[in-house]
């Protein structure tokens, strides 16, 4: 499995990060051990979650993916020097103080992800969403912080506009700060408007790193959700009625034919799609199970050819 450059972080990764908003939601800890053991033994090497994930769980405040993940690495010697581990801060975590982008929250809340993680050092932190609050150069100024102390590796944002990126990148040069060296926009198959276009070209034009999220578009992409009936097949299912539009069904309808080609399964060509798209380093994918990381595996090393490429291209035309 090829490493690709994450943008300037100065580190590669595997093309397809491990999405960890499913710890202490859809899986349990035991679970949750036995996919990242799969991940890890498949050769990937790159995991993603938050300190919210998955506070909208019943009985969940917050941090229990950073826990899991954290009891994770502490139960297995040497495995924390094979991955790489993305966090975000600013999402609200509901209590007075503890959200958005401010520096002294900044601050605080590394110093709890650290903890729960169990490391001394974060691969990559992201601001989680845009603070309209909090200036760029505040934020900015926590991530020097955050930098020259060792406590973060590389920085990145997450739902950023162009406009937003732009400006911050501005920001940076400006006040002689560090930029963002990531994104993770949402972008898929059937969510691609708010990624493609300007967004994309800024991030290729100044090597940022791009880490999508909701690469299969909530399992719609999976093609095990045709119809109304389908929705209670899991806990995600509420989400994907969106999705069930004609475009949709053109997008399932070019996935099964390129699927049945290539005898590998809708998930695994929408996410080869997302590893061929230039601009994207790594499509984010959750797994609650072991053949799911199986498959991860299996879509790393499809190649679509540029028919295929086209054909996906224009039934997912917005």
């Known amino acids: 499995m090829t490493p690709r450059s994450l943008g300037t972080t100065g580190f590669a990764i595997a093309p397809i990060v491990f999405g960890g908003n499913v710890f202490g939601w859809t899986i349990d800890e035991k679970t949750s051990f036995d996919v990242l053991d799969a991940f890890v033994d498949h050769g990937f090497d790159a995991i993603d979650t938050a300190d919210v994930y998955s506070a909208w769980a019943p009985g969940n405040k917050g941090g229990e993916s950073e826990k899991i993940i954290g009891n994770w690495l502490k139960n297995r010697p040497g495995v924390r020097q094979k991955v790489k581990i993305f966090t975000k801060v600013g999402s609200d975590l509901g209590s007075p103080g503890k959200k958005g982008l401010s520096k002294k929250?900044?601050?605080?809340?590394?110093?709890?992800?650290?903890?729960?993680?169990?490391?001394?050092?974060?691969?990559?932190?992201?601001?989680?969403?845009?603070?309209?609050?909090?200036?760029?150069?505040?934020?900015?100024?926590?991530?020097?912080?955050?930098?020259?102390?060792?406590?973060?590796?590389?920085?990145?944002?997450?739902?950023?506009?162009?406009?937003?990126?732009?400006?911050?990148?501005?920001?940076?040069?400006?006040?002689?700060?560090?930029?963002?060296?990531?994104?993770?926009?949402?972008?898929?198959?059937?969510?691609?408007?708010?990624?493609?276009?300007?967004?994309?070209?800024?991030?290729?034009?100044?090597?940022?790193?791009?880490?999508?999220?909701?690469?299969?578009?909530?399992?719609?992409?999976?093609?095990?959700?045709?119809?109304?009936?389908?929705?209670?097949?899991?806990?995600?299912?509420?989400?994907?009625?969106?999705?069930?539009?004609?475009?949709?069904?053109?997008?399932?309808?070019?996935?099964?034919?390129?699927?049945?080609?290539?005898?590998?399964?809708?998930?695994e060509i929408a996410l080869a799609w997302l590893i061929a798209r230039k601009g994207v380093t790594a499509p984010i994918a959750s797994a609650t199970k072991r053949s799911h990381v199986e498959s991860f595996a299996r879509a790393a090393s499809l190649i679509l050819s540029l028919d295929e490429i086209k054909e996906l291209d224009a039934a997912s035309a917005p």
């Open 105 to 267: 929250w900044i601050l605080q809340a590394v110093e709890d992800s650290l903890s729960r993680l169990g490391i001394e050092r974060i691969d990559l932190y992201f601001s989680h969403w845009p603070d309209p609050e909090t200036p760029y150069e505040e934020t900015l100024s926590a991530y020097e912080t955050l930098l020259e102390a060792g406590k973060i590796r590389a920085v990145g944002a997450s739902n950023l506009d162009a406009t937003q990126l732009a400006q911050s990148l501005k920001v940076a040069q400006q006040f002689s700060l560090p930029r963002y060296q990531v994104l993770q926009p949402e972008y898929n198959l059937y969510d691609r408007q708010a990624f493609d276009g300007d967004l994309r070209d800024l991030c290729i034009a100044n090597d940022i790193g791009v880490v999508t999220y909701y690469s299969l578009a909530s399992g719609f992409l999976s093609g095990k959700y045709r119809g109304q009936a389908d929705l209670t097949q899991s806990k995600r299912g509420e989400g994907v009625a969106k999705y069930l539009t004609p475009r949709g069904t053109r997008i399932l309808a070019a996935l099964d034919k390129i699927a049945e080609s290539h005898n590998a399964q809708n998930a």
